[in-house]
Protein backbone atom coordinates (compact mmCIF):
# COMPACT_ATOMS: atom_id res chain seq x y z
CA UNK A 1 0.00 0.00 0.00
CA UNK A 2 2.44 2.35 1.15
CA UNK A 3 4.30 1.75 -2.33
CA UNK A 4 1.77 1.52 -4.13
CA UNK A 5 0.97 5.41 -2.57
CA UNK A 6 4.47 6.68 -3.06
CA UNK A 7 4.33 5.85 -6.56
CA UNK A 8 1.14 7.15 -7.35
CA UNK A 9 2.58 10.50 -6.12
CA UNK A 10 5.99 10.44 -7.19
CA UNK A 11 7.22 10.24 -3.26
CA UNK A 12 10.31 8.72 -2.84
CA UNK A 13 10.54 6.29 0.50
CA UNK A 14 13.57 5.33 2.28
CA UNK A 15 13.75 3.24 5.69
CA UNK A 16 15.12 4.58 9.01
CA UNK A 17 14.74 3.66 12.25
CA UNK A 18 11.57 4.66 14.17
CA UNK A 19 11.91 7.48 16.99
CA UNK A 20 9.73 5.80 18.54
CA UNK A 21 11.65 4.15 21.80
CA UNK A 22 10.02 1.84 23.82
CA UNK A 23 11.38 3.42 27.16
CA UNK A 24 10.84 7.11 25.70
CA UNK A 25 9.51 8.70 28.40
CA UNK A 26 6.12 11.10 28.68
CA UNK A 27 7.66 14.49 27.25
CA UNK A 28 8.37 14.61 23.84
CA UNK A 29 11.74 14.98 22.46
CA UNK A 30 13.17 18.46 21.44
CA UNK A 31 13.64 17.01 17.72
CA UNK A 32 10.05 15.80 18.13
CA UNK A 33 8.81 19.26 19.94
CA UNK A 34 10.71 20.92 17.01
CA UNK A 35 8.82 19.30 14.63
CA UNK A 36 5.80 19.59 16.36
CA UNK A 37 5.77 23.13 16.56
CA UNK A 38 6.38 24.07 12.84
CA UNK A 39 3.96 21.48 11.61
CA UNK A 40 1.28 23.47 13.87
CA UNK A 41 2.57 26.90 12.50
CA UNK A 42 -0.23 26.93 9.84
CA UNK A 43 -0.18 27.06 6.25
CA UNK A 44 2.79 29.36 5.33
CA UNK A 45 5.03 28.95 2.84
CA UNK A 46 8.06 28.51 5.10
CA UNK A 47 6.58 25.05 6.35
CA UNK A 48 9.31 22.30 5.56
CA UNK A 49 9.29 20.09 8.65
CA UNK A 50 9.28 16.12 8.22
CA UNK A 51 6.20 14.36 8.24
CA UNK A 52 5.34 11.91 10.92
CA UNK A 53 6.41 8.03 9.67
CA UNK A 54 5.28 5.46 11.58
CA UNK A 55 8.38 2.99 10.08
CA UNK A 56 9.40 5.10 6.88
CA UNK A 57 9.82 8.66 6.23
CA UNK A 58 8.32 9.81 2.78
CA UNK A 59 8.88 13.53 1.32
CA UNK A 60 5.92 15.26 1.44
CA UNK A 61 3.61 16.42 -1.54
CA UNK A 62 5.19 19.92 -3.45
CA UNK A 63 1.64 21.12 -2.03
CA UNK A 64 2.87 21.10 1.33
CA UNK A 65 5.08 23.98 1.12
CA UNK A 66 2.73 25.66 -1.21
CA UNK A 67 1.78 28.59 0.43
CA UNK A 68 -1.63 28.56 -0.89
CA UNK A 69 -4.72 28.30 1.81
CA UNK A 70 -5.74 24.83 2.24
CA UNK A 71 -8.88 23.13 0.14
CA UNK A 72 -11.10 21.87 2.90
CA UNK A 73 -13.02 18.46 2.77
CA UNK A 74 -15.13 16.75 5.08
CA UNK A 75 -13.94 13.09 4.09
CA UNK A 76 -11.03 11.92 3.48
CA UNK A 77 -9.12 12.41 -0.41
CA UNK A 78 -7.83 10.91 -2.52
CA UNK A 79 -5.58 14.02 -3.50
CA UNK A 80 -2.84 14.47 -0.93
CA UNK A 81 -3.35 18.27 -1.07
CA UNK A 82 -7.13 18.05 -0.14
CA UNK A 83 -6.50 19.11 3.67
CA UNK A 84 -8.99 17.44 5.93
CA UNK A 85 -11.30 19.65 7.58
CA UNK A 86 -12.10 19.03 11.01
CA UNK A 87 -15.94 19.47 11.62
CA UNK A 88 -16.53 17.55 14.11
CA UNK A 89 -14.33 18.98 16.25
CA UNK A 90 -16.60 21.78 16.87
CA UNK A 91 -19.97 19.51 16.55
CA UNK A 92 -21.55 19.57 20.18
CA UNK A 93 -23.03 16.28 19.93
CA UNK A 94 -22.48 12.67 18.16
CA UNK A 95 -24.88 12.11 15.60
CA UNK A 96 -25.29 16.15 14.80
CA UNK A 97 -28.00 16.93 12.57
CA UNK A 98 -27.42 19.98 10.50
CA UNK A 99 -30.10 22.08 11.93
CA UNK A 100 -29.02 21.17 15.76
CA UNK A 101 -29.75 19.10 18.75
CA UNK A 102 -28.78 15.31 19.02
CA UNK A 103 -30.55 12.68 17.08
CA UNK A 104 -32.02 10.10 19.02
CA UNK A 105 -30.67 6.86 17.45
CA UNK A 106 -26.99 8.08 17.26
CA UNK A 107 -26.92 9.84 20.76
CA UNK A 108 -25.08 7.38 22.87
CA UNK A 109 -24.54 7.41 26.47
CA UNK A 110 -21.85 7.08 28.82
CA UNK A 111 -21.33 3.59 30.06
CA UNK A 112 -18.25 3.96 32.62
CA UNK A 113 -16.43 6.61 34.42
CA UNK A 114 -17.20 8.59 37.37
CA UNK A 115 -19.98 10.84 35.53
CA UNK A 116 -21.91 8.51 34.60
CA UNK A 117 -22.26 6.44 37.52
CA UNK A 118 -23.05 10.39 38.96
CA UNK A 119 -26.28 10.14 36.22
CA UNK A 120 -27.46 6.67 37.07
CA UNK A 121 -30.68 8.86 39.08
CA UNK A 122 -30.47 11.70 36.31
CA UNK A 123 -29.17 14.44 39.31
CA UNK A 124 -26.36 15.52 37.81
CA UNK A 125 -27.38 15.15 33.74
CA UNK A 126 -27.87 18.32 32.08
CA UNK A 127 -30.13 16.84 28.75
CA UNK A 128 -33.48 18.32 28.98
CA UNK A 129 -36.67 17.35 27.42
CA UNK A 130 -35.89 19.98 24.35
CA UNK A 131 -32.92 18.54 22.30
CA UNK A 132 -32.60 22.21 21.45
CA UNK A 133 -31.80 23.07 24.97
CA UNK A 134 -28.83 22.21 26.63
CA UNK A 135 -28.81 23.98 29.98
CA UNK A 136 -29.61 27.27 31.24
CA UNK A 137 -26.05 28.13 31.77
CA UNK A 138 -23.30 27.10 29.56
CA UNK A 139 -19.56 28.01 30.20
CA UNK A 140 -16.54 27.01 28.18
CA UNK A 141 -13.49 26.85 29.19
CA UNK A 142 -10.26 27.07 26.85
CA UNK A 143 -6.98 25.87 28.47
CA UNK A 144 -4.05 27.36 26.22
CA UNK A 145 -1.03 25.44 27.21
CA UNK A 146 2.70 27.07 26.97
CA UNK A 147 4.92 27.13 23.90
CA UNK A 148 8.40 27.23 24.90
CA UNK A 149 9.29 29.58 22.63
CA UNK A 150 6.00 31.79 21.74
CA UNK A 151 4.09 32.92 24.46
CA UNK A 152 1.57 34.00 21.25
CA UNK A 153 1.60 30.37 19.64
CA UNK A 154 -2.10 29.43 20.63
CA UNK A 155 -4.11 32.98 20.32
CA UNK A 156 -5.80 32.44 16.94
CA UNK A 157 -6.58 29.13 17.68
CA UNK A 158 -8.37 30.23 21.01
CA UNK A 159 -9.99 32.97 19.38
CA UNK A 160 -11.09 30.78 16.87
CA UNK A 161 -12.89 28.10 19.68
CA UNK A 162 -14.16 30.87 21.20
CA UNK A 163 -16.08 32.21 18.42
CA UNK A 164 -17.12 28.71 17.54
CA UNK A 165 -19.00 27.84 21.07
CA UNK A 166 -20.37 31.19 21.50
CA UNK A 167 -22.02 30.11 18.40
CA UNK A 168 -23.11 26.66 18.44
CA UNK A 169 -24.36 27.34 22.16
CA UNK A 170 -26.20 30.47 20.92
CA UNK A 171 -30.23 29.75 21.35
CA UNK A 172 -29.48 26.20 23.06
CA UNK A 173 -28.19 27.86 26.44
CA UNK A 174 -30.02 30.89 28.45
CA UNK A 175 -26.62 32.17 29.50
CA UNK A 176 -23.36 31.22 27.66
CA UNK A 177 -19.53 32.02 28.81
CA UNK A 178 -16.51 31.40 26.91
CA UNK A 179 -13.29 31.22 29.30
CA UNK A 180 -10.06 31.56 28.13
CA UNK A 181 -7.28 30.82 30.43
CA UNK A 182 -3.14 30.52 29.61
CA UNK A 183 -1.48 27.60 31.98
CA UNK A 184 1.56 25.76 32.82
CA UNK A 185 0.83 24.16 35.46
CA UNK A 186 -1.52 21.02 36.08
CA UNK A 187 -2.88 22.31 39.24
CA UNK A 188 -4.01 25.81 37.50
CA UNK A 189 -6.08 23.41 35.19
CA UNK A 190 -7.34 22.04 38.38
CA UNK A 191 -7.85 25.27 40.47
CA UNK A 192 -9.95 27.07 37.08
CA UNK A 193 -11.98 24.04 36.79
CA UNK A 194 -12.52 24.23 40.35
CA UNK A 195 -13.60 27.88 40.31
CA UNK A 196 -15.60 27.11 37.40
CA UNK A 197 -19.19 26.73 37.35
CA UNK A 198 -22.13 25.14 34.32
CA UNK A 199 -18.45 23.76 32.33
CA UNK A 200 -20.31 21.90 29.84
CA UNK A 201 -16.81 22.01 27.58
CA UNK A 202 -13.37 21.97 28.12
CA UNK A 203 -10.84 22.99 25.32
CA UNK A 204 -6.82 21.91 25.19
CA UNK A 205 -4.80 23.74 22.79
CA UNK A 206 -1.10 22.94 22.58
CA UNK A 207 1.63 20.62 22.56
CA UNK A 208 0.43 17.30 22.93
CA UNK A 209 2.05 13.44 22.43
CA UNK A 210 0.39 10.30 22.53
CA UNK A 211 0.62 9.70 25.95
CA UNK A 212 0.64 13.29 27.39
CA UNK A 213 -0.72 17.04 26.81
CA UNK A 214 2.09 19.16 27.96
CA UNK A 215 0.68 21.89 29.95
CA UNK A 216 3.89 23.02 30.64
CA UNK A 217 7.02 23.99 28.66
CA UNK A 218 9.76 23.46 31.86
CA UNK A 219 10.88 20.25 32.80
CA UNK A 220 9.55 20.26 37.04
CA UNK A 221 6.92 18.50 38.07
CA UNK A 222 3.05 19.22 37.69
CA UNK A 223 3.42 20.04 33.78
CA UNK A 224 2.19 17.11 32.58
CA UNK A 225 -1.02 15.26 32.09
CA UNK A 226 -0.02 11.32 31.60
CA UNK A 227 -0.53 8.27 33.39
CA UNK A 228 3.04 8.15 32.18
CA UNK A 229 4.53 7.92 36.03
CA UNK A 230 6.98 10.44 35.21
CA UNK A 231 8.23 13.21 37.92
CA UNK A 232 6.21 15.92 36.07
CA UNK A 233 3.23 14.01 35.19
CA UNK A 234 0.04 14.43 36.86
CA UNK A 235 -2.31 11.29 36.01
CA UNK A 236 -5.79 12.07 34.21
CA UNK A 237 -8.00 10.49 37.59
CA UNK A 238 -6.20 12.96 39.31
CA UNK A 239 -8.06 16.19 37.21
CA UNK A 240 -10.90 17.38 38.54
CA UNK A 241 -12.80 16.81 35.60
CA UNK A 242 -16.28 16.02 37.79
CA UNK A 243 -16.77 19.87 37.44
CA UNK A 244 -17.99 19.16 33.75
CA UNK A 245 -21.61 19.22 34.02
CA UNK A 246 -22.48 15.56 32.16
CA UNK A 247 -24.76 15.85 29.14
CA UNK A 248 -25.26 12.56 27.56
CA UNK A 249 -23.87 12.32 23.81
CA UNK A 250 -22.34 15.61 24.18
CA UNK A 251 -18.72 15.95 22.95
CA UNK A 252 -17.43 17.86 26.12
CA UNK A 253 -13.07 17.10 26.17
CA UNK A 254 -11.15 18.18 23.05
CA UNK A 255 -7.45 18.17 22.48
CA UNK A 256 -6.62 20.41 20.10
CA UNK A 257 -2.64 19.11 19.79
CA UNK A 258 -0.41 16.77 18.05
CA UNK A 259 -1.11 12.85 18.05
CA UNK A 260 -3.34 12.92 21.55
CA UNK A 261 -5.49 10.14 20.10
CA UNK A 262 -2.67 8.11 18.88
CA UNK A 263 -2.73 4.39 19.86
CA UNK A 264 -4.31 2.50 21.83
CA UNK A 265 -3.35 3.76 24.93
CA UNK A 266 -3.40 7.39 23.58
CA UNK A 267 -3.98 10.05 26.29
CA UNK A 268 -7.59 11.01 24.85
CA UNK A 269 -9.01 7.29 25.51
CA UNK A 270 -6.89 7.85 29.20
CA UNK A 271 -8.58 11.09 29.73
CA UNK A 272 -12.02 9.56 28.47
CA UNK A 273 -12.01 6.99 31.10
CA UNK A 274 -10.91 8.98 34.01
CA UNK A 275 -13.43 11.52 33.11
CA UNK A 276 -16.55 9.41 32.42
CA UNK A 277 -16.94 12.02 29.42
CA UNK A 278 -16.15 11.75 25.81
CA UNK A 279 -13.38 13.41 23.92
CA UNK A 280 -12.29 14.53 20.35
CA UNK A 281 -8.07 14.26 19.33
CA UNK A 282 -6.47 13.97 16.71
CA UNK A 283 -4.11 10.56 15.72
CA UNK A 284 -1.39 12.77 13.70
CA UNK A 285 0.03 15.74 13.43
CA UNK A 286 -2.10 18.85 13.24
CA UNK A 287 -2.35 22.37 11.46
CA UNK A 288 -4.13 25.74 12.22
CA UNK A 289 -5.09 27.77 9.31
CA UNK A 290 -4.76 31.33 9.30
CA UNK A 291 -7.84 32.06 11.20
CA UNK A 292 -7.24 29.45 14.18
CA UNK A 293 -8.82 26.44 13.18
CA UNK A 294 -7.73 23.01 13.16
CA UNK A 295 -7.35 20.33 10.76
CA UNK A 296 -5.42 17.19 9.35
CA UNK A 297 -3.30 17.72 6.10
CA UNK A 298 -4.81 15.46 3.36
CA UNK A 299 -1.53 13.75 2.70
CA UNK A 300 -1.88 13.00 6.56
CA UNK A 301 -5.52 11.44 6.21
CA UNK A 302 -4.46 9.39 2.95
CA UNK A 303 -1.10 7.77 3.86
CA UNK A 304 -1.09 7.85 7.83
CA UNK A 305 -4.84 7.13 8.39
CA UNK A 306 -5.22 11.08 9.76
CA UNK A 307 -8.32 11.29 11.86
CA UNK A 308 -10.07 13.33 14.41
CA UNK A 309 -11.45 10.29 16.50
CA UNK A 310 -14.26 10.40 19.29
CA UNK A 311 -13.12 8.57 22.17
CA UNK A 312 -15.90 6.98 24.99
CA UNK A 313 -15.52 6.17 28.52
CA UNK A 314 -16.18 2.39 27.62
CA UNK A 315 -13.20 2.33 25.09
CA UNK A 316 -15.13 2.42 21.88
CA UNK A 317 -14.52 4.77 19.12
CA UNK A 318 -15.99 6.74 16.35
Same mark, same amino acid.
Given at each position: ??????????????????????????????? #?????? =????????? #??????????????????????????????????????????????FVGETPEGGPTSSDQPTNSSGPAAD?? =??? *?????????EHIADTCRVVIFVTEDPNNPDAWDQAAEFARQEYERLLEGRCDTVE??? #????????????????????????????????????????????????????????????????????????????????? #???????????? =???????? *?????????????????????????????????????
Amino acid at each position: MLEHLCRLFGLKARARRSRRLPDRPARLGLI #EQLECR =ALLSGTTGD #ETAPVEPPASELEPPACVESSDPPQYSESSSDDPCQDADAPLVFELFVGETPEGGPTSSDQPTNSSGPAADAT =ADG *SDSATADDPEHIADTCRVVIFVTEDPNNPDAWDQAAEFARQEYERLLEGRCDTVEVIV #EEVDHVSEVNDILDATDDIVVVVFIGHSGPNAIYVGADNEPDTNISDGGGPNDVEPGDVHWDRITHIDGMRQIIILGCNAG #EGEDSVAQDIAD =ASGEIVVA *SNVYINFDSDGRAFIRGFRVLLYGGRWITFYPSGDEE
